[in-house]
Protein backbone atom coordinates (compact mmCIF):
# COMPACT_ATOMS: atom_id res chain seq x y z
CA UNK A 1 0.00 0.00 0.00
CA UNK A 2 2.86 2.33 0.98
CA UNK A 3 4.49 2.20 -2.45
CA UNK A 4 1.06 2.87 -4.07
CA UNK A 5 0.91 5.95 -2.34
CA UNK A 6 4.29 6.84 -3.19
CA UNK A 7 4.00 6.09 -6.85
CA UNK A 8 0.38 8.33 -7.14
CA UNK A 9 2.07 11.23 -5.02
CA UNK A 10 5.11 10.83 -7.12
CA UNK A 11 2.74 11.08 -10.69
CA UNK A 12 1.15 13.87 -8.75
CA UNK A 13 4.26 15.59 -8.16
CA UNK A 14 6.23 15.19 -11.41
CA UNK A 15 3.04 15.33 -14.34
CA UNK A 16 1.85 18.73 -13.39
CA UNK A 17 5.51 19.96 -13.33
CA UNK A 18 5.48 18.75 -16.88
CA UNK A 19 2.81 20.66 -17.80
CA UNK A 20 4.44 23.43 -15.88
CA UNK A 21 7.29 23.26 -18.14
CA UNK A 22 5.42 23.15 -21.28
CA UNK A 23 1.94 25.42 -20.58
CA UNK A 24 1.31 28.64 -22.76
CA UNK A 25 -0.84 29.89 -20.14
CA UNK A 26 1.37 31.09 -17.14
CA UNK A 27 -1.76 31.16 -14.70
CA UNK A 28 -2.18 27.55 -15.17
CA UNK A 29 1.62 26.95 -15.26
CA UNK A 30 1.09 28.53 -11.62
CA UNK A 31 -2.01 26.17 -10.83
CA UNK A 32 0.06 23.00 -11.83
CA UNK A 33 3.03 24.51 -9.88
CA UNK A 34 1.00 24.79 -7.06
CA UNK A 35 -0.36 20.61 -7.78
CA UNK A 36 3.18 19.98 -7.77
CA UNK A 37 4.03 21.72 -4.62
CA UNK A 38 0.61 19.65 -2.73
CA UNK A 39 2.51 16.07 -4.05
CA UNK A 40 5.71 17.05 -3.30
CA UNK A 41 4.21 17.62 0.53
CA UNK A 42 2.34 14.35 0.56
CA UNK A 43 6.01 12.50 -0.05
CA UNK A 44 7.15 14.68 2.77
CA UNK A 45 4.15 13.32 4.97
CA UNK A 46 5.50 10.18 3.49
CA UNK A 47 8.99 10.31 4.29
CA UNK A 48 7.25 11.35 8.37
CA UNK A 49 9.10 14.81 8.17
CA UNK A 50 5.50 16.78 9.30
CA UNK A 51 7.00 20.29 9.49
CA UNK A 52 8.26 19.97 5.99
CA UNK A 53 5.43 19.44 4.46
CA UNK A 54 3.40 22.00 6.60
CA UNK A 55 5.97 24.49 5.58
CA UNK A 56 5.65 22.96 1.37
CA UNK A 57 2.30 24.00 1.84
CA UNK A 58 2.26 27.35 3.67
CA UNK A 59 5.20 29.00 2.33
CA UNK A 60 5.52 27.26 -1.28
CA UNK A 61 1.88 26.09 -2.43
CA UNK A 62 0.35 29.69 -0.49
CA UNK A 63 2.48 32.26 -0.43
CA UNK A 64 4.77 31.96 -3.49
CA UNK A 65 2.37 30.68 -5.55
CA UNK A 66 0.25 33.08 -4.89
CA UNK A 67 3.12 35.63 -5.41
CA UNK A 68 3.54 34.18 -8.90
CA UNK A 69 0.24 34.78 -9.88
CA UNK A 70 0.13 38.65 -8.76
CA UNK A 71 2.90 38.93 -10.36
CA UNK A 72 1.25 36.98 -13.81
CA UNK A 73 -1.31 39.53 -12.94
CA UNK A 74 0.77 42.49 -12.84
CA UNK A 75 2.51 42.16 -16.18
CA UNK A 76 0.38 41.98 -19.24
CA UNK A 77 1.95 38.53 -20.91
CA UNK A 78 -0.30 39.00 -24.12
CA UNK A 79 1.66 41.83 -25.16
CA UNK A 80 5.13 40.45 -24.49
CA UNK A 81 7.14 39.68 -27.33
CA UNK A 82 7.85 35.84 -27.59
CA UNK A 83 11.87 35.11 -28.09
CA UNK A 84 11.84 32.14 -30.13
CA UNK A 85 15.46 31.59 -30.42
CA UNK A 86 15.98 31.90 -26.46
CA UNK A 87 12.91 29.54 -25.49
CA UNK A 88 14.47 26.92 -28.29
CA UNK A 89 18.01 27.16 -26.72
CA UNK A 90 16.22 26.82 -23.32
CA UNK A 91 14.43 23.81 -24.43
CA UNK A 92 17.64 22.65 -25.64
CA UNK A 93 19.34 23.13 -22.62
CA UNK A 94 16.97 21.30 -20.69
CA UNK A 95 16.53 18.35 -23.21
CA UNK A 96 20.09 17.97 -23.01
CA UNK A 97 20.26 17.83 -18.86
CA UNK A 98 17.14 15.45 -18.86
CA UNK A 99 19.51 12.94 -21.12
CA UNK A 100 22.60 13.24 -19.20
CA UNK A 101 21.05 13.14 -15.91
CA UNK A 102 18.99 9.88 -17.37
CA UNK A 103 22.27 8.48 -18.47
CA UNK A 104 24.07 8.67 -15.35
CA UNK A 105 20.72 7.10 -13.13
CA UNK A 106 20.65 4.07 -15.47
CA UNK A 107 24.60 3.07 -16.24
CA UNK A 108 25.96 5.30 -13.10
CA UNK A 109 26.93 2.06 -11.10
CA UNK A 110 23.80 1.22 -10.14
CA UNK A 111 23.99 2.68 -6.27
CA UNK A 112 24.02 6.29 -7.32
CA UNK A 113 25.21 9.07 -4.96
CA UNK A 114 22.96 7.81 -2.36
CA UNK A 115 24.45 6.66 1.31
CA UNK A 116 22.05 5.04 3.27
CA UNK A 117 20.85 6.90 6.30
CA UNK A 118 21.29 5.66 9.86
CA UNK A 119 20.25 8.79 11.66
CA UNK A 120 16.73 10.47 11.88
CA UNK A 121 16.45 13.18 9.53
CA UNK A 122 16.81 16.92 11.35
CA UNK A 123 13.96 17.64 9.76
CA UNK A 124 11.94 15.75 11.70
CA UNK A 125 12.27 17.63 14.56
CA UNK A 126 11.13 21.51 14.59
CA UNK A 127 14.33 22.62 16.72
CA UNK A 128 16.94 21.10 14.74
CA UNK A 129 15.14 22.27 11.73
CA UNK A 130 15.75 25.73 12.83
CA UNK A 131 18.78 25.96 14.43
CA UNK A 132 20.28 24.09 11.40
CA UNK A 133 19.12 27.09 8.76
CA UNK A 134 19.79 30.00 11.04
CA UNK A 135 23.34 28.47 11.30
CA UNK A 136 24.71 26.33 8.79
CA UNK A 137 22.42 27.27 5.88
CA UNK A 138 21.97 30.72 6.44
CA UNK A 139 23.95 32.02 3.62
CA UNK A 140 21.51 30.17 1.14
CA UNK A 141 18.42 31.14 3.35
CA UNK A 142 19.27 34.80 2.87
CA UNK A 143 20.59 34.67 -0.70
CA UNK A 144 17.13 33.01 -1.27
CA UNK A 145 15.10 35.76 0.59
CA UNK A 146 17.17 38.65 -1.25
CA UNK A 147 16.41 36.92 -4.70
CA UNK A 148 12.67 36.99 -4.16
CA UNK A 149 12.96 40.67 -2.93
CA UNK A 150 14.58 41.53 -5.89
CA UNK A 151 12.16 39.77 -8.24
CA UNK A 152 9.39 41.73 -6.38
CA UNK A 153 10.97 44.92 -6.62
CA UNK A 154 11.53 43.79 -10.59
CA UNK A 155 8.03 43.10 -11.11
CA UNK A 156 6.99 46.76 -9.55
CA UNK A 157 9.40 48.29 -11.72
CA UNK A 158 8.03 46.69 -15.21
CA UNK A 159 4.71 47.53 -13.87
CA UNK A 160 5.01 50.99 -13.43
CA UNK A 161 7.40 51.16 -16.58
CA UNK A 162 3.90 49.65 -18.20
CA UNK A 163 1.24 52.25 -16.51
CA UNK A 164 3.85 55.24 -17.40
CA UNK A 165 4.20 53.93 -21.14
CA UNK A 166 0.18 53.23 -21.33
CA UNK A 167 -0.35 57.17 -19.64
CA UNK A 168 1.75 58.75 -22.46
CA UNK A 169 0.18 56.96 -25.21
CA UNK A 170 -3.09 57.66 -23.51
CA UNK A 171 -2.83 61.31 -23.24
CA UNK A 172 -1.15 62.23 -27.06
CA UNK A 173 -4.32 60.28 -28.35
Do not use: C, W
Request: charge should be neutral; charged fraction near 10%.
Amino acid sequence: MRELLFHAFAVLTIVPAFFVATSRSAVNAALNMLLSFVGLAALFVMLETYFLAILQVLVYAGAIVVLFLFIIMLIDLRHAPQPRLLRFLASIAAFALLVTGSYFLVFGGGSGPFVEATVASPARDPLIFGQLLFTRYLLPFQITGFMLLIAMIGVIVVSKRAEDLEGEGGASS
